[in-house]
């Protein structure tokens, strides 16, 4: 059975930097292209980024508004994704949630982590 | 920057069909995806690549394509089919795109 399990999450300053994690298992998480999706209070999903496996060149690709603010990593031997955030704005607070698939590129869900970005 | 536009709320009573449109220039190009989100729960997806549906989903649940138009069909709504739900497709530079959320309510 596919888990993913984030954590990380909590209250930050605006201009500070966090990071989380999200710990993989019941799959393959190697040949696997892992996804980060957020999704302010009370609002719709919006794709952060991913990264593709080794295999498949291990690159990172993210949404426009996180771009030189967000690092999308991996550590193979741990089954681990990361999330580096930084400079975060309060219009960062979101639940953020760690995904991947197969019929589509978010079939599996973790339960989420809430990032509240506040003074 | 892109947009997939949805309807914020579509109402239907209870066994009737529900239809929920998502419009976007690259439809015709690119694959869409349709998912599922209740209160307090992660999205699930319920149609994939226009059309398909996986495993596990109702057959009430459809897909359709027309344009730059896609459309999830629910053919006998369920009082558990109320929920939010999020088409997904890519922009011209192939970045990931969320519509904006219908909100189905099962009256």
């Known amino acids: 059975e596919v888990q993913l399990v984030e954590s990380g999450g909590g209250l930050v300053k605006p201009g500070g930097s966090l990071r989380l994690s999200c710990a993989a298992s019941?799959?393959?998480?190697?040949?696997?292209?892992m996804r980060w999706v957020r999704q302010a209070p009370g609002k719709g999903l919006e794709w952060v980024g991913h990264?593709?496996?080794?295999?498949?060149?291990?690159?990172?690709d993210y949404a426009a508004s996180m771009k030189g603010r967000f690092t999308i990593s991996r550590d193979d031997l741990k089954n681990t994704l990361y999330l580096q955030m930084s400079s975060l704005e309060t219009e960062d607070t979101a639940v953020y949630y760690c995904?991947?698939?197969?019929?589509?590129?978010?079939?599996?869900w973790g339960q989420g982590t809430l990032v509240t970005v506040s003074s | 920057s892109y947009e997939l536009t949805q309807p914020p709320s579509v109402s239907v009573s209870l066994g009737q069909m529900a239809r929920i449109t998502c419009s976007g220039e690259?439809?015709?190009?690119?694959?869409a995806y349709w998912y599922q989100q209740k209160p307090g729960h992660f999205p699930v997806l319920v149609i994939y690549?226009?059309?398909e549906r996986p495993s596990g989903i109702p057959e009430r649940f459809s897909g359709s394509t027309s344009g730059t138009t896609v459309t999830l069909t629910i053919s006998g709504v369920q009082a558990e089919d109320e929920a939010d739900y999020y088409c997904?497709?890519?922009?011209?530079?192939?970045?990931?795109?969320f519509g904006g959320g219908t909100r189905l309510t099962v009256l």
């Open positions: 995904t991947c698939g197969t019929y589509s590129p978010f079939d599996y």
């Open positions: 019941g799959f393959n998480f190697t040949n696997a292209w």
């Open positions: 990264i593709k496996s080794k295999n498949d060149g291990g690159t990172t």
């Open positions: 690259t439809l015709p190009k690119k694959f």
């Open positions: 690549k226009d059309i």
């Open positions: 997904l497709s890519k922009d011209s530079s192939d970045t990931w795109v």
